[in-house]
């Protein structure tokens, strides 16, 4: 008979183990070896078994062991200096502290849909949430004021099993909260916290909202599980990117104007900083800024315009894709339905709502509302996610900003980077501290990792190697078993992969774009790679595909075919139930990291950071952070045959390229052994991605990025924006509505120049304009010349500006503007002119989306430069 109800019943600690309750409650415990150790001396037994959560550890040991730890002085030492530690760790000041006080935002609020944290907290899917797990970790060791707001999911993500025939399964575990590391976030009276939204049909929803701590960082996840609500409300957040339509808009609604509901509620009963920057990591929840809006509205008296510039101002949005389809997208008449209506908020008309997501752009989607397009109208600020993601992101939403070149598009980027304290081995840690101590204590030194003894740092590798191997064959054990299997025909799992073997990982989601069959191109190629007399691979490989994807399971299920079959079974595995704990084998015990997706559709890609944070070497088409940060010597790069239409032609040059690369390029190095059996050139390779790389993939290094680039500029324009009763806000609105009314007749009525006609390198060219400001005053604008080289088409390449000023104005209003363009290189060189906007409170030139341009490239000087 099955429960109608599941809850979790806490254990009641003696008193001298009260202490362990406060350090299963702080998740810091997640990223600390010693806090780990602690719970793992609890009971070493029972600490495997439940997969080394530390709640589950505290809900099953037994009285009599709680009993005889109350009377172990020993552990009761070592309990006490944690929790010691902990509170030295929340207390110091860290590296954000040492920053300018004025500069430094006093809070920043930080939404995602999802976060990795760790295993026992399974409210993830993918990269996104990991990636927002290390960023809150990272804010903690730093000292950075980040609160977290996401969505507590009853069932999360799905687990991931296989059918016989190697079909995925999804099952939805449920999850009770009191069971997790969380607690309930209460008034001082001891009520629950409620935030409410409005629905349609004079309908409410209703949230509570659970506190879970991460190191100094705290984390609000809002849950409509209560009982105010009625029962299609309560599954709201039962699981992460479930449902459709109606569904996934109240997710995000909960998650944007929900969360900044609970914020407001955190902040005023714990006395909590309130946030001056808010960060959208992707466009789930957009729906923030219309919260902060209408605050603004109804509680300080701005105007829509006003409050919209106040908001954008102290806004920063993240996308994460450079793929269209994972963009979320609303019909506008669901949009209309939630925000219009009886349901419209008097401060909120829903057509200026309509008009933030609107795709009114060449080759947009009049009939979709587009979450990162809102986004991004609603952030002064806006980043992708590598070098190579900004530039793919710039041509991808150019049509926001105008007719301006895909180069002056307003969005940059901060590469990511992983939380070393998840993702680097403990024996690479400790390896560090013996040998490279100063790159522990202070992060400086990274040259010294080359003077590691050769011996040590392949003895390290080879213990990685052993754990994975031991980790892959129980998870294939218990896949077998869930599949059917019996007994005897498991037993070859005992010899399944071998810790000697050069080892290759795989493991990501399996959307299309990512290929994780490419390796299969040729399976006949394959098996004599993995099946190699002297110099053999094995490969092993994990992921999920979204359980609406159908393509991506048969991807997975043609592995797994393959992966069956008793030849080759030994030397390839398919591990299910991809999680933070297998990424964390996987990434520690791979010798090499392979990623082979479609250039450039990988937005960064960070697994492949943790590998060669634990001594692995890449193996990958240049995309994302490897586009970026390859050098020749810190792995192998496949090549890329982007250029080509036909994608099976391309699929089956990349795989080729593939094989050549593992047979005779990445074995052979693995292979290559000296006197003492070591892989010397292997092992340099190892210690040159170490000592490259490290400062560049550090989460720490990611978020000096966003701090400084981009979290102390938004504090600065949100100051300017709210000071002085919002004089800020007020001001620069109603200069966009005059610019904006007046945009239409700006014009560039003539240009011409002066120099000589075969210039020599060093020389000046006069540049003179005639414009026509349509009524504005010359402070509001800029006129400037583009110049620099240009290709077969006239088309400028990374121009250069230069203002024109000493404006003359003509008796009918016309101005003249004057200037000098330098002559500094030789070759063919070109000029253009462009009107943009000027005010000092624009985060850049092209924020409004308006430029005049001349209506024809006359003017244009081409030629050779000697």
């Known amino acids: 008979m099955k429960a109608i109800r599941r809850f979790t019943v806490r254990t009641v600690l003696p008193a001298p183990l009260r202490g362990l309750e406060e350090l299963v409650l702080n998740l810091r415990w997640s990223w600390h070896h010693e806090t780990l150790d602690v719970f793992r001396s609890v009971d ?93 970790k990272t804010a903690s060791d730093l000292g950075v004021p980040i ?36 607690t309930l976030l209460r008034e001082p009276d001891g009520t629950p916290v409620r935030v409410t939204i409005g629905l349609p049909q004079g309908r409410d929803l209703h949230a509570q909202v659970w506190l879970a701590q991460v190191g100094r960082v705290p984390q609000l996840l809002l849950d409509s599980d209560v009982e105010d609500n009625d029962p299609a409300a309560r599954d709201i957040t039962d699981r992460l990117y479930g449902g459709g339509g109606d569904h996934r808009l109240l997710q995000e609604m909960l998650l944007g104007i929900g969360g900044v509901r609970a914020i407001r509620a955190y902040c005023r009963i714990s006395g909590h900083p309130a946030p001056e920057v808010f960060h959208t990591n992707e466009g789930h929840a957009g729906f923030l800024g219309l919260e902060r809006i209408r605050e603004l509205v109804s509680e300080q008296g701005l105007s829509f315009d006003e409050s919209l510039e106040s908001v954008r101002a102290g806004t920063v949005f993240t996308t994460h894709t450079p793929v269209p389809a994972g963009i979320d997208r609303f ?103 013996r040998e490279v101590p100063a790159l522990v204590e202070t992060g400086q030194g990274w040259a010294d990792v080359r003077k590691v003894p050769e011996g040590e740092m392949w003895r390290v590798r080879g213990v990685l190697r052993g754990r994975l191997v031991r980790e892959a064959r129980r ?48 399976p006949d190629r394959l098996k004599e790679l993995l099946l190699h007399p002297t110099r053999p691979v094995q490969i092993v490989i994990a992921g999920k595909a979204h359980p609406a994807d159908e393509g991506g399971k048969r991807l997975i299920q043609e592995i797994v075919r393959f992966a069956d079959a008793e030849d080759v079974r030994h030397r390839i595995v398919f591990l299910p139930d991809y999680d933070m704990a297998l990424g964390q084998s996987l990434v520690q015990g791979c010798d090499v990291w392979m990623n082979n997706p479609l250039r450039p559709l990988e937005a960064c890609g ?24 390859y050098d020749g010597q810190n792995g192998w790069a496949i090549p890329s045959a982007d250029g080509l239409s036909a994608p099976e032609r391309r699929d089956a040059l990349e795989a080729a390229a593939l094989y050549e690369l593992i047979e005779d390029h990445v074995s052979v190095t693995f292979y290559d052994r000296n006197g003492s059996d070591l892989p010397r050139h292997w092992l340099e390779m190892v210690k040159h991605t170490i000592a490259t790389l490290g400062p560049k993939v550090l989460a720490p290094r990611m978020l000096h990025d966003y701090v400084q680039g981009y979290y102390a500029p938004a504090a600065a324009s949100a100051r300017a924006m ?58 509001d604008v800029a006129v400037e010349v583009a110049y620099g080289r240009v290709d077969d088409s006239d088309v400028l390449i990374e121009p250069s500006y230069v203002d024109l000023d000493g404006a003359e104005r003509f008796e009918d209003g016309r101005l003249r503007y004057v200037g000098d363009v330098p002559l500094g290189r030789s070759g063919s060189f070109g000029y253009n002119v462009r009107v943009v906007p000027r005010n000092r409170m624009l985060a850049s030139q092209a924020e409004m989306g308006l430029i005049a341009l001349p209506p024809a490239p006359h003017g244009m000087t081409n030629g050779d430069l000697r």
């Open 44 to 136: 070493p037994e029972l600490w495997d078994l439940v997969r080394h959560d530390p709640v589950r550890l505290l809900g099953e040991v037994s009285p009599e062991r709680l009993a005889q730890l109350s009377q172990d002085r020993r552990f009761l030492r070592r309990l006490q200096d944690a929790i010691e530690d902990l509170h030295e760790y929340l207390g110091s000041p860290r590296w954000y502290q040492g920053l300018d006080a004025a500069a430094r935002p006093a809070s920043i609020a930080y939404f995602s849909p999802e976060y990795g944290i760790t295993a026992a907290l399974p409210q993830y899917s993918g990269g996104l949430g990991i990636l927002a797990g290390d960023h809150l």
């Open 147 to 182: 609160i977290g707001v996401g969505l507590l999911y009853r069932h999360g993500y799905f687990s991931q099993s296989l059918s016989p025939d190697g079909w995925q399964l999804e099952r939805y575990p449920t999850f009770d909260p009191n069971g997790l590391p969380l």
């Open 331 to 433: 019909p506008r008449e669901l949009i209309s339905k939630y925000f219009g209506g009886v349901n419209e908020e008097r401060d909120v008309p829903v057509d200026r709502v309509l008009a933030l997501g609107a795709e009114d752009y060449p080759d947009g989607d009049r009939t979709v509302f587009n979450m990162a397009v809102m986004g991004m109208r609603l952030a002064q600020r806006v980043n992708g996610v590598s070098e190579l993601h900004g530039e793919v992101s710039r041509e991808m939403f150019g049509g926001l900003w105008g007719g301006f070149d895909t180069g002056d598009v307003p969005i940059g980027f901060v590469t990511n980077g992983v939380h070393p304290g998840t993702w680097v081995a403990r024996e690479v840690l400790e390896l560090a501290e």
């Open 475 to 522: 998870r294939l054990r218990e896949s077998w078993r869930q599949r059917g299997a019996s007994a005897a025909e498991i037993s070859w799992i005992d010899d399944a992969l071998d810790p000697e073997v050069l080892t290759i990982g795989f493991a990501r989601r399996v959307p299309s774009y990512k290929r994780l069959t490419l390796m299969m191109q040729d």
């Open 606 to 629: 960070t697994s492949g950071m943790k590998s060669a944070l634990n001594g692995g070497l890449n193996l990958s088409i240049r995309d994302g952070w490897w586009d970026e940060w």
């Open 722 to 779: 709210s000071g002085d009763g919002h004089a800020g806000a007020r001001s620069l609105a109603a200069w966009k509505q005059r610019v904006l009314k007046a945009w239409p007749s700006v014009a560039v009525e003539h240009v011409e120049s002066s120099g000589e006609e075969s210039p020599h390198v060093g020389a000046r060219l006069t540049v003179r304009v005639v414009v026509d400001l349509g009524g504005l005053d010359p402070d």
